[in-house]
């Protein structure tokens, strides 16, 4: 699945009530870092998967500066929970969201799931709605994380799952 990076830009915004100049001044630093594909030239997008969407929101949760939000977010988006970078983690979140199967158990919506970003440290993915809450942690190179030893943290910001909801369905819509 590849998405014009224009049109994430618009679907993201609108679904987190962003400024769009914010999102694609936040985009743009991720293509210069070349987190983000830039356009081949003449009249084509820039051709974005849903990893590289999950990257663009990583580096809007940080709260950091916008260069340095993009350069935490390319370094967190390869964090890793048994194995899985959290950027396809939460890209395979982003197209479950926006796929005909939403209501299944594990998807965004019906898990309530939520991403919290602690700036350097881990992504948390919670899913809180279940009889057993599961809570996924990605860290660098996949190293235990203990969030109640933690003194370092500066902040921490959520994304909640209805608007990764959000985000996946309107992904499902601009889809090239």
Not at 40 to 66: E, F, S, Y
Request: net charge negative.
């Amino acid at each position: 699945m590849r998405y014009a990076l224009s049109a994430v830009v618009d679907v993201v915004a609108t679904a987190t009530e962003l400024s769009p100049h914010h999102v694609n001044m936040q985009a743009r630093r991720l293509q210069e870092l070349g987190e983000l594909a830039r356009s081949p030239g003449g009249r084509l997008p820039a051709l974005v998967n849903p990893p590289q969407v999950a990257r663009l929101l990583l580096a809007l949760l940080v709260d950091r500066p916008l260069v340095e939000a993009a350069r935490l977010a390319a370094i967190m988006s390869d964090y890793r929970n048994q194995g899985m970078p959290v950027g396809d983690y939460i890209g395979r979140m982003l197209v479950s969201a926006g796929g005909p199967d939403f209501l299944a158990p594990a998807s965004v919506l019906a898990a309530k799931a939520s991403v919290t970003v602690h700036a350097g440290d881990a992504v948390v993915i919670r899913y809180t709605c279940t009889d057993d809450p599961l809570e996924e942690v990605f860290t660098a190179s996949g190293a235990t994380w203990a969030p109640d030893d933690a003194e370092t943290i500066a902040s921490a910001r959520t994304l909640p799952g209805r608007l990764l909801h959000r985000i996946g369905r309107g992904l499902a819509g601009i889809q090239e």
